[in-house]
């Protein structure tokens, strides 16, 4: 295990997350000459391409080569991944207020254009943020802006002071700010083109101001993508035309792959990994990711049975030990070998691998409060007979248990939300075929990626699969979105029967706050720990409280952890110049084709 972890690990933080080739430096490009087009497969139809609305990370792929934000990602000469400057001339420090607050200005380089000629403005950068951040507009990533100085009012405080300088004050330091203005949530859009609400659906339609614009998109086929002849370092992208091809068949990826059609697959039949694997060792790549494999319930469905008699916190507290116990009944080790088969490593909490501690150590390693073994249950293939049990024996406690069958006899029916992919099908199986074991029905839905997004966040399912990668190096990224309001917060903590729900405490008057709740609701209590957090200087406090705010997440049970990610996929040897970053990103701008 120990080197399972160092290998993903070393994968994953050094960044250079390079596939078949040799690196290309953005700012040193190659020979236009091998200039080209590749075709991709992410995944199927994304569900949305506007910047705001966003919350997938093929659709974050897409944005990334159709806009330019204040700060990218890009390979230094070494390889490694670094945040730099992009439309900002240069990425510079804050200036610390009176009162705490910090403000940066931001000067935009000469020659910024949007894909119809346009100038783009610092007016461009505020409107975004502000149409981003408004509850108006509800994107899943608002609660982004909340670092920003005046989030939750009616502004922002960010302002263009004149066409090319923009200035924004966040509430106190962040040390993340730098890789915020990289993500997609931080991408300019103009007005006048955004006031067409279906302006991100048609290649008529959609204004960008990055490397490329799209020229075609024949939904449920194809999106086309083509250098954007008025981007301002379009002399350096290197290839011509992307197409995205949109398919969640992982044996068509495969087929395409072989016959050459596609240069590029972001998954693979489960039952083939080893086959391929073998027959294409230097095409299939298994690189780190910072992310988490994960199964979320509803917190608003009732699992208890109809004669229980339990109500209120009781009610609440026992369908979290219920959810807790039926965690404990699922073998991960088997998920990682016998399904995953790419390294993925068994998880015990939801922040994932690669968080660091202020002095190094791991985040996983130092979750929650066992003796023993790290998070909040121990996933060693050894723990495995001892967990059924302890899983069992709580079970008993809700539900009438058969003896002579070992089942139980009235746990109610379940539907396990799963969309189209072998992978994700043949994890929904196990689970299903774990907890028949025991005389728990659970029946599996699948749905096409789009329309199962917007159910799952909908909160139109009882159990359903979800994964999450990190937005950015901080463990925060993990945790803020499940706050009340928050668009990623598909559990629906804090929201309909559960807004009213006090069952839950927080003391922090240890760590020198003046906040102590007993039986508070969700919002009483990890909204204001969350808010807290992100109010915190000092940054052992602050892990401290991220901590607690992970303890208090992983006491409901609505969060299933099961194995910290790796990402796979095959690339043709033919191309060079390729990089992905370990949030899942794929970059094809600065690729050749030999």
Known sequence: MKKIIALVLALAMTAALVACGTNVNPDKPGDPAKASSIAVCLSSEPDTLDPALNSAVDGATLISHLFSGLAKWAQDDKGALVIVADAAEA????????????????TLRDGLKWSDGKDVTAADFAFAWQRAASEELGADYGYMFEVVDGYGTDSLNVKAVDAKTLEVTLANTVSYWNELLAFPTYFPVREDVVSNEAWATDPATYVCNGAYTITGWEHDSVITLEKNANFVDADQILMDKIEFYLSDDSNNMVANFKNGTWQLIDDVPTNEMASLKAEYPD???????????????????????????LTGVEAENARAEIRSAVSLLFDRNYIVEEIGQAGQVPASSFVAMGMTNPDGTQFYETAGSNDGFNGYYNVSKDAVESNFAQAVETLKKYYAYDEASAKFTNFPTMTYLYNT??????????????????????????????????????GDYSIARNGWLADYNDPICFLDMWTTGSGNNDVQFGKGDHADVKAYSLDLTALGYDVKVENGTWAETYDVLIKTIKGCTDNNVRYQLMHIAEDLLMSTGCICPLYFYTDTYMISKTVKGFFSNPLGYKYFMYCTIE
């Open 91 to 106: 990425l510079v420090d804050g200036v610390e207020n009176a009162d705490g607050t910090v403000t940066y200005t931001y």
């Open 283 to 309: 095409e299939y790549i298994v690189a780190g990711q910072i992310g988490t494999y994960y199964v979320c319930w509803n917190v608003n469905e009732d699992i208890l049975p109809a004669d229980s008699g």
């Open 421 to 458: 992919s072998e992978g994700h099908k043949a994890i929904g199986e196990y689970l299903q075929s774990a907890l028949a074991g025991i005389g728990i029905t659970m029946n599996l839905e699948n749905q096409e990626w789009a329309t199962f997004l917007n159910t799952r966040k909908n």
